[in-house]
């Protein structure tokens, strides 16, 4: 019989759970404050620009120091070169033409700042540089008035005397509590303390998560959750100690990604500003964002793309893995080990590199496909011009890179089913095909259903072959929903809250996809 360890006392167990809370709070707590100070600084940089920028429009020299300003004049035609403007600038060595051999290096942050000036008008932000710099224009009858800011200087380091201090007092507080008998108020009051830093730092939001965080395990720490958990994790610790690398893993490379992504779909990002829209983002995908419904921008078209796409390659994968498994089965077949290997090499090449071959083989002017209609009396195709031709070649190619897996899968199937079972059914006279349908597809059901499930969440997400075959071409209408959410992010003026929106659409989809794909495959196993 194990003995039961003695209860740790009071005094320690309240720090033991006050500091765990404390320590998962603080990391909170630091990111709130990083970000605190960056919108510190870039407001406090965006003011020093907009001042400056009022100053030069005033005629006055600026209070700060600036990596560029004046007042940019009206762009002109260059005579010599029709589509090039020319543009001069009023500062204090007067008026001087923008750009040239010895010109300096802020006369392009000039030039731009009045470029964006003409499309949008007066604005302050950021330079997208990462400098920190800010840049102002502000509209005067000559032109705007642009200041662009010097290099910032270190941001605000953090606060440790004061969190020193919290930490002491929220010590003493949960001390205090242990010794006199309510350890559950004392870590309460102890956590408490750091609502101070989340509200200065995160707003009403996070302060009510701390104090919801400090009731919590106030509440659990009377209750004697916490002790009974602590015993749990000591009694099980050599197991923990193996999955605690895993988890760990699994935490940084999976759930804080999955997290960030979920929380960015509801931000919208321009020009590197982000602004908290809600639901927007979700209700303008779903709502096809005023488009047609054939429109290829339209989310159902693309949805419907997908699972066309989807449905097709899986079928396919299907079908050409089985029929080649039950070949390779056949004991007439000669070399079978050679074909195997042959069969699975198309697996075994990474996908992005196929993808590439496939797309010289589907070349209009000298691709092999076309060479090899044009010698059988046939004409070439324009493969990418099309939606059809486009698919049917996305198809093809991710064809040849799926169905190993479900021969592979299939193979190992067929092994499992005992001869015995043919050899009754010969002698009980039952056809080929009977035998096909009645011995060989049932035992191999239960173990392609969840192969169709994992390939079908595999070929939902190909990215690779959609890219790099056809390019969404003609004009984005074989994208499917991950290549929307690449274009979002990417090629779409940097819309990363769209893109996390949508990916988290995706991640729903195929939720419901799994859930639904595990019932079924639960019934196929169950089933006589």
């Known amino acids: 019989m194990t003995s039961t360890p003695p209860p740790r006392p009071p005094v320690r167990s309240a720090l033991r759970d006050a500091a765990v809370a404390a320590f998962a709070l603080w990391l909170v707590l630091f990111t709130a404050f990083v970000r605190h100070r960056n919108h510190e600084l870039a407001d406090r940089e965006r003011a020093r620009a907009q001042a400056a920028a009022a100053a030069v429009a005033a005629g006055e020299a600026p209070l700060h120091a600036t990596s560029a300003l004046g007042v940019v ?46 499309r949008e008008g007066p604005f ?53 509590g242990a010794l006199s008998g309510r350890g559950a108020l004392g870590v309460g009051a102890g956590l408490a303390v750091l609502v101070v830093p989340a509200w200065m730092w995160g707003g009403v939001a996070l302060a009510a998560v701390a104090g919801g965080v400090a009731a919590a395990v106030a509440v659990a720490h009377g209750r004697g959750a916490t002790e009974r958990l602590a015993a749990g994790l000591i009694a099980h610790r050599v197991a ?83 029929t ?73 190619t991710n064809t040849w890179l799926g169905f190993p897996f479900m021969m592979v899968v ?3 199937a067929l092994e499992s089913i005992p001869r015995d079972l043919y050899e009754a059914a010969e002698v009980d006279g039952a056809s080929a095909w009977q035998r096909l349908t009645q011995i060989t597809l049932p035992h191999l059901r239960p173990a392609l259903a969840p192969a169709v499930i994992l390939g079908s969440i595999w070929t939902f997400n190909m990215f690779n072959v959609i890219y790099l075959v056809s390019g969404g071409k003609p004009g984005g209408s074989t994208d499917i929903l991950v290549t929307d959410a690449y274009r ?29 794909g595990t019932r079924v495959t639960r019934r196929t196993e169950e089933a006589p």
Request: glycine fraction near 12%; charge should be neutral.
């Open 73 to 118: 004049l009206p762009a002109e035609p260059d005579p010599r070169h029709p589509f090039l403007a020319r543009r001069a600038v009023v500062d204090a060595a007067g008026t001087r033409a923008l750009g040239g051999a010895e010109a300096p290096a802020a006369d392009k942050l000039l030039y731009d700042a009045a470029a964006r000036f003409d």
């Open 124 to 176: 302050v932000g950021l330079l997208t540089d990462g400098s920190g710099r800010a840049v102002a224009a502000i509209a005067t009858p000559r032109g705007p008035a642009i200041a662009v800011t010097a290099p910032p200087g270190s941001p605000a380091g953090l606060p440790w005397l004061m969190m020193i201090g919290l930490l002491g007092l929220g010590a003493a507080l949960v001390t205090a």
């Open 240 to 322: 923990l100690s193996f999955l605690t690398p895993a988890a760990v893993a699994m935490a940084v490379l999976v759930l804080v990604p999955f997290l960030v992504g979920l929380v960015i779909g509801f931000y919208d990002h321009q020009h590197g500003t982000w602004t908290f829209v809600g639901l927007d983002n979700f209700a303008r995908i779903l709502s096809g964002d005023g488009r047609a419904f054939d429109d290829p921008l339209n989310f159902w078209f693309i949805l419907g793309v997908t699972v066309l796409w989807t449905g097709a390659n899986v079928l396919f994968h299907v079908v050409i893995g089985t």
């Open 324 to 396: 080649l498994a039950l070949a390779l089965r056949q004991p007439w077949l000669r070399a079978r080990g050679l074909f195997r290997v042959l069969l699975i090499v198309p697996w075994a090449i990474p996908n992005y590199i196929t993808a590439l071959i496939w797309k010289g083989m589907f070349q209009g002017e000298y691709g092999a496909i076309n060479s090899l209609l044009e010698g059988v009396g046939v004409g070439g195709v324009s493969w990418f011009s099309s939606w059809a031709t486009a698919f049917a070649a996305n198809v093809a």
């Open 410 to 412: 299939a193979l190992g």
């Open 488 to 516: 979002w992010a990417f090629e779409r003026g940097e819309r990363y809250g769209m893109a996390a929106a949508l990916g988290t659409i995706i991640f729903l989809i195929l939720l419901l996809w799994t859930v639904f």
